[in-house]
């Protein structure tokens, strides 16, 4: 099984600064196809997950241009400039061009 | 619009077998596949399993002996089973589509 290895495991951050998020795969999520299904999840607490961006840089609808993903084959970031306080939660990645699909650990974004 | 919702017992007793529905509208399973997620309590989050638009499956390498995923389209419903159930699995249990449309979660106890 793919091994997402997400860093840092916890971020303090100042609203208004900027924010960036680091997931390494095991192995290039590149499928057959041409693309890579890596995705970047938000959960706020207490609340359902949401997804953020998908194939590495699509942004959902709804999701403020704040919000950035950059990355191939195994190295991704979520970037997120002038952080606000609906920012703060749990952010994971989580691949899915390969069975069984696999989440990283989660990033906590908290208030500095 | 979409909408998924999970549905089953909130106590299941240890050694038992736990069922669980997603009951889902505004889209086809016929047209998109549902995944089924977990999260222990204060914990990250866990990819469960898939069922493919096609109603083909994929499983969780540490879960797949303990799970099954099936469903009934003309009632839009996904069905998830996971047997032997220990104190460990206690959590909240998520169907979603794509990481993009989730339910609510259901909270599951499992009693030793």
């Known amino acids: 099984d793919i091994v997402m290895t997400q860093t840092p495991l916890s971020l303090s951050v100042a609203i208004g600064q900027s924010a960036s998020i680091s997931c390494k795969s095991s192995?290039?999520?590149?499928?057959?196809?041409?693309?890579?299904?890596l995705n970047w999840v938000f959960q706020s607490p207490g609340q359902s997950p949401k997804r953020l961006i998908y194939q590495v840089s699509k942004l959902d609808s709804g999701v403020p241009d704040r919000f950035s993903g950059t990355g191939s084959e195994t190295d991704f970031t979520l970037k997120i400039s002038r952080v606000e306080a609906e920012d703060l939660g749990v952010y994971y990645c989580c691949q899915g061009s390969y069975s069984p699909h696999t989440f990283g650990a989660g990033t906590k974004l908290e208030l500095k | 619009q979409v909408q998924l919702k999970e549905s089953g017992p909130v106590l299941v007793q240890a050694s038992e077998t736990l069922s669980l529905t997603c009951t889902v509208s505004g889209f086809s399973l016929t047209n998109y596949g549902v995944i089924w997620v977990r999260q222990p309590p204060g914990k990250g989050l866990e990819w469960m399993g898939i069922?493919?638009?096609?109603?083909?499956?994929d499983y969780n390498s540490a879960l797949k002996s303990r799970l099954s995923i099936n469903r009934d389209t003309s009632k839009s419903q996904v069905f998830l089973k996971m047997n032997s159930l220990q104190t460990d699995d206690t959590a909240i249990y998520y169907c979603?589509?794509?990481?993009?449309?989730w339910g609510q979660g259901v909270m599951v106890t499992v009693s030793s």
């Open positions: 192995q290039s999520l590149k499928y057959s196809d041409g693309k890579t299904y």
């Open positions: 979603t589509r794509a990481l993009a449309y």
């Open positions: 069922i493919w638009r096609n109603g083909n499956t």
